[in-house]
C-alpha cells in the first residue's frame, strides 16, 4: 500500500521523512549533567512548506536534532494564524493574503526577545518564499544567513500536485485556482495564486499579480528590498535535483521559462541573464553575489533527490550537511 501509493504522494510536507530516519539524538545516551549554556549559537527561524505545520512531525525533528547539534540554540518555528488549531495552520497554507500572512508574522518575530539581535533563516518551499518576503519588506530584527529549500522564488508555471487523493483542502484550493487564476479573487484569498506565474500569460501576470511581481521587483524598483536582500550575510538558494512538485523546478533558483511563443521547447531563463533581477538588480540580488553571499547552483547547494527530499537521517545527506554548514554560527 505504502509503495504504491509513494510515486503519487508529493512530499510537500516533512512528516514522511523521519520514518526512515536516523535521529541524532540517538548518539548521546546515558544520565548527563545540563549546564546552562549561554546562547553562544545564533538563533534560527524555520518556515514550514504548504500543507505542513509549524509543530508537525517532520519539522519537530529536525528541531529536535539541531538542538543536538547545536546545544542551547533558539528555534521558532512559524505558526500562522498564532492561536489557530492544526487545521487552520493548514488551511493557511492554501488560503489567504500572502502579504498579510508574512505581516503578522512579522510582528510575532520582533515580539520575541530571543530573536532581537538577529537570527537566520531556514524556508522550506513556499515557506522560503515568505521568508524572504520577510527579509524584503520587515527584517526588523535581521536575517543573516537565509536557507531556501525548493523555494518557488520565480513562482510556479503549473499548480502545485496535491500529496493524495484525500487532501480536499488542496484539491479544492487547486480546483478553484484553476477556473481563474488571475482574478482579482483568487489573487487576494488563494497563497497558490499569489505566486502562479505563467509564462504564456504574462500580460495576465503582470497587470493582476500584485504579490510576485512585487517580492522579485519584475515591474519596478524595490530599494528597500534591495538593501535589505544585500544585507544578507548568506542567501543560500537549494534545489532539489529530482523535484516534479515546483515547475519549473529552477525556480528554486530564480529559474524561469521562455514563453511558447519565442521558444516552443521553453529553455530556462537563469538568474544572471533575467534583465529584472540582474541587469537592474531590483532587489539586491547582484549586489549580494558581488560581497559572495549568494550561495547557488554548485553540487554544494543542491540536493539529489526529489521536492524536499532532505535525506534527514544520513549525515552526508543534503539537510544535515547545509544545516552543518549555514546554521549555528556564533552571534
Ligand atoms: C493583502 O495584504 C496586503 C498587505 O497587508 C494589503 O495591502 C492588501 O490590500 C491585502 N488584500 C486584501 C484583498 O486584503
Ligand atoms: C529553443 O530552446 C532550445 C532548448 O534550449 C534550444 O536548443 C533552441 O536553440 C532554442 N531555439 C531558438 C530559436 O532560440
Same mark, same amino acid.
Given at each position: 500500500m505504502y509503495l504504491s501509493l509513494a510515486g503519487a504522494i508529493?512530499?510537500?510536507?516533512?512528516?514522511? $521523512?523521519?520514518? !526512515?530516519a536516523v535521529p541524532v539524538s540517538a548518539i548521546s545516551q546515558g544520565p548527563q549533567r545540563i549546564f546552562p549554556t549561554p546562547a553562544t549559537h545564533r538563533p534560527l527561524v524555520i518556515w514550514h512548506g504548504l500543507?505542513?505545520?509549524?509543530?508537525?512531525e517532520g519539522i519537530a525533528g529536525l528541531m529536535r536534532d539541531m538542538k543536538e547539534m547545536y546545544p542551547g540554540i533558539f528555534i521558532h518555528s512559524v505558526q @500562522?494564524?498564532?492561536?489557530?488549531s492544526i487545521d487552520d495552520e493548514r488551511k493557511a497554507g492554501f488560503y489567504g493574503n500572502a502579504s498579510m500572512q508574512v505581516d503578522e508574522v512579522a510582528e510575532t518575530i520582533r515580539d520575541i526577545p530571543e530573536l532581537a539581535d538577529g537570527f537566520d533563516g531556514i524556508g522550506f518551499s513556499q515557506g522560503g518564499l515568505f521568508m524572504r518576503d520577510y527579509v524584503q519588506?520587515?527584517? +526588523?530584527?535581521r536575517v543573516r544567513n537565509l536557507l531556501t529549500f525548493g523555494s518557488p522564488h520565480m513562482g510556479i508555471a503549473r499548480l502545485i500536485p496535491c500529496r !493524495?487523493?484525500?487532501?480536499l483542502l488542496c484539491i479544492i484550493a487547486k480546483q478553484t485556482a484553476q477556473k481563474?487564476? @488571475?482574478t482579482e479573487w483568487a489573487q487576494n484569498n488563494l497563497i497558490q495564486a499569489s505566486y502562479f506565474r505563467d509564462h504564456d500569460r504574462l500580460d495576465a501576470f503582470h497587470k493582476m499579480n500584485k504579490y510576485l511581481t512585487r517580492l522579485n521587483g519584475e515591474l519596478e524598483a524595490q530599494p528597500r528590498a534591495a538593501r535589505n536582500i544585500a544585507s544578507l550575510d548568506n542567501l543560500v538558494l537549494i534545489n532539489f535535483e529530482? &523535484?516534479?512538485? $515546483? @515547475?519549473?523546478?529552477e525556480s528554486a533558483v530564480f529559474g524561469s521559462l521562455v514563453p511558447s511563443a519565442v521558444?516552443?521547447?521553453?529553455p530556462v531563463i537563469p538568474m544572471t541573464e533575467n534583465p529584472f533581477l540582474w541587469k537592474h538588480d531590483r532587489i539586491g540580488l547582484r549586489k549580494l553575489a558581488k560581497k559572495g553571499g549568494l550561495q547557488y547552483g554548485t553540487p554544494d547547494e543542491?540536493?539529489?533527490?526529489?521536492?524536499? &527530499?532532505? &535525506?534527514?537521517?544520513?549525515? +552526508?545527506?543534503c539537510g544535515q550537511r547545509l544545516v552543518r554548514r549555514w546554521i549555528g554560527w556564533s552571534m
Open positions: 508529493l512530499c510537500l510536507s516533512l512528516s514522511a $521523512i523521519r520514518s !526512515s500543507g505542513d505545520t509549524a509543530n508537525g @500562522y494564524p498564532g492561536s489557530g519588506r520587515h527584517n +526588523e530584527p !493524495s487523493s484525500f487532501d481563474g487564476v @488571475y529530482q &523535484d516534479q512538485t $515546483i @515547475y519549473p523546478k521558444n516552443s521547447s521553453n543542491s540536493c539529489p533527490g526529489a521536492h524536499m &527530499d532532505l &535525506d534527514w537521517g544520513d549525515e +552526508e545527506g
